[in-house]
């Protein structure tokens, strides 16, 4: 089953290159096709990340964080990293790889990561 997380961050406040600079600290091969970078690790599924700056991005933010403690935090959010997953019992099953993947972003970016199987927000770990 295909599915997407999303890491979103205020605007500016990142970019692919930043992304891709945390995916390689954190030990993963990454590649850039000119649009998405692409990372994975031994024995892991290759994980698409995609940058997203369009309107709509700050009013899915603000929907997803109505009624929660981050509501105001996510509500000046107009940037995400989308995060696909080819193959999401897979990843779940090799958790490591995915969580690192959404650290790094977290880290590149300060952003709040959604995760839309749940509807969890983890807040990324300089936010007070």
Same mark, same amino acid.
């Given at each position: ?5 999303? &890491? ?21 091969? &990454? ?69 690192? &993947? ?10 709040? /990561?959604? /995760? ?13």
């Amino acid at each position: 089953m295909n599915s997407t997380c999303l &890491v979103f961050f205020r605007d500016g406040s990142s970019s692919l290159l930043r992304a891709e600079e945390e995916l390689r600290r954190y030990k993963f091969d &990454v590649r850039f096709d000119g649009t998405s970078l692409f990372a994975s690790r031994f024995q892991s599924q290759e994980f698409q990340i995609t940058l997203a700056q369009l309107p709509h991005v700050l009013i899915e933010a603000r929907k997803i964080a109505q009624g929660t403690e981050y509501a105001q935090a996510l509500g000046e959010c107009g940037s995400r990293f989308e995060i696909s997953i080819p193959d999401l019992d897979a990843a779940l099953n090799e958790i490591n790889s995915l969580i690192e &993947v959404q650290g790094a972003l977290q880290d590149a970016s300060s952003g709040y /990561l959604f /995760l839309p199987w749940n509807e969890q927000i983890i807040k990324p770990w300089d936010a007070s």
